[in-house]
């Protein structure tokens, strides 16, 4: 069961990844990690970076994939960026993207969250 969940969780991040390509974003890493835990994707768009999470569902039946990103995500997300952008000390905007895919639906929701 878990390896099914972590192949359609890498089939939507490459589609989430494709569609940014698509829209003109730049992508700077994908799957990053550390002690904090893990972005999804780092883009940029323009002078912006940003830290995308993909949440994937076929149904909404337990609810659309946006709501898996709750307050301890956010939080974990967040952590994680400030690792990043101070282990490059980056000195350049940032937001919080998610890229949520529902069946054959993509939902790009920029700036989704402020910390």
């Known amino acids: 069961m878990k390896v099914n969940k972590k192949v359609k969780g890498d089939e939507g991040e490459k589609r989430a990844l494709n569609y940014l390509l698509a829209k003109g974003y730049t992508i700077k890493v994908k799957n990053y990690r550390c002690p904090y835990g893990e972005i999804d994707l780092i883009a940029m768009d323009d002078n912006t970076f940003v830290f995308v999470e993909v949440k994937?569902?076929?149904?909404?039946?337990?609810?659309?994939?946006?709501?898996?990103?709750?307050?301890?995500?956010?939080?974990?997300?967040?952590?994680?960026?400030?690792?990043y952008i101070s282990s490059y000390q980056l000195e350049s905007n940032f937001r919080f993207d998610v890229i949520e895919i529902l069946g054959d639906q993509i939902e790009h929701i920029v700036d989704a969250f402020q910390v």
């Open 56 to 83: 994937y569902r076929k149904s909404i039946r337990y609810g659309y994939p946006r709501e898996a990103v709750n307050g301890y995500k956010r939080q974990k997300i967040y952590k994680t960026a400030l690792w």
